[in-house]
């Protein structure tokens, strides 16, 4: 049977349990081809989920003025970068596209009116993470735009809308850096496990927010001090968490995992909300 037919079928079948969710410290492009504790702590997690039907993933690097889904057959892997070694730009991660998908997801958002988009394709936040989850490149794949010109809570708003392709069998991943201030980074300290003080004390109350279920701090960021507002100078890397976050059920627990500093002003902290 061709693919596109299989997906359709699986896609109308809800799961019986609800596929979890991630938010995955993306950090710097090279972890696409580079061998570290972070990418081996990704492909276990591949290893350890159960095949999802397929992935919406939020990227911190696809910002537009309102909010549109890729919906081609065949999304192309865009190398949104530069300055580094040819070897990242040879990088391809075919995985085919769901236009149906992307009509589920249109279909179910109420907030706002949600746009295809035949264009964009996967930028390096979604593919230099998921290619390390699933390596055979077999599994649908979509992005969701951020809205930039929407404030945080109608991100979370937004966000636990996409609830119900839990239950079919969608794995939804954020991909950003709760900590993420480039200009601020210690490039000749790349290598070790250091970070600033404020880099420390944010990622350290965010966690404690996110174990706590307290998100309404963790919206209101801006109202959090000079600490946050160092490591979220601005917020494109930082919403895909509250993406993430939005979808947590009561139920549900968060596993913390990747949870170090890297160049001292940026934090490679991923999560995993599920209910087991």
């Known amino acids: 049977m061709h693919l596109e037919g299989l997906y359709k079928m699986t896609l109308s079948l809800s799961n019986t349990k609800k596929t979890p969710v991630l938010f995955l410290g993306h950090g710097s492009p090279m972890?696409?081809?580079e061998e570290n504790e972070f990418v081996a702590s990704f492909r276990q997690l591949g290893k350890d989920l159960v095949k999802p039907n397929a992935i919406l993933c939020i990227s911190a690097h696809w910002e537009t003025k309102g909010t549109f889904v890729t919906a081609m057959q065949n999304p192309p892997t865009i190398h949104d970068f530069g300055g580094f070694p040819q070897a990242l730009f040879d990088v391809?991660?075919?995985?085919?596209?769901s236009p149906e998908l992307a009509k589920e997801t249109k279909s179910i958002i109420t907030k706002t009116e949600v746009e295809f988009d035949d264009k964009w394709g996967l930028d390096h936040g979604a593919w230099s993470v998921i290619k390390h989850l699933y390596p055979?490149?077999?599994?649908?794949?979509i992005q969701m735009s951020i809205d930039y010109s929407k404030p945080p809570q109608y991100h979370y708003?937004?966000?636990r809308e996409l609830a119900a392709l839990r239950q079919k069998g969608v794995l939804i991943i954020g991909s950003g850096n709760m900590v993420h201030n480039l200009r601020l980074v210690a490039?000749?300290?790349l290598n070790d496990t250091f970070a600033f003080d404020w880099a420390t004390e944010a990622n350290e109350k965010m966690k404690q927010y996110i174990l706590d279920d307290n998100h309404q701090n963790l919206i209101h960021f801006r109202n959090e001090g000079k600490a946050f507002d160092l490591a979220i100078?601005?917020?494109?890397?930082?919403?895909?968490l509250i993406y993430t976050l939005a979808l947590k059920e009561k139920n549900e627990t968060v596993s913390i995992f990747n949870d170090k500093p890297v160049g001292g002003s940026l934090t490679m902290t991923s999560l995993k909300i599920d209910s087991e």
């Open 31 to 33: 972890n696409a081809i």
């Open 92 to 97: 391809q991660y075919p995985a085919p596209g």
């Open 136 to 141: 055979n490149a077999d599994i649908p794949v």
């Open 157 to 159: 708003e937004l966000a």
């Open 187 to 189: 490039w000749n300290k």
């Open 233 to 240: 100078p601005t917020p494109e890397h930082y919403l895909p």
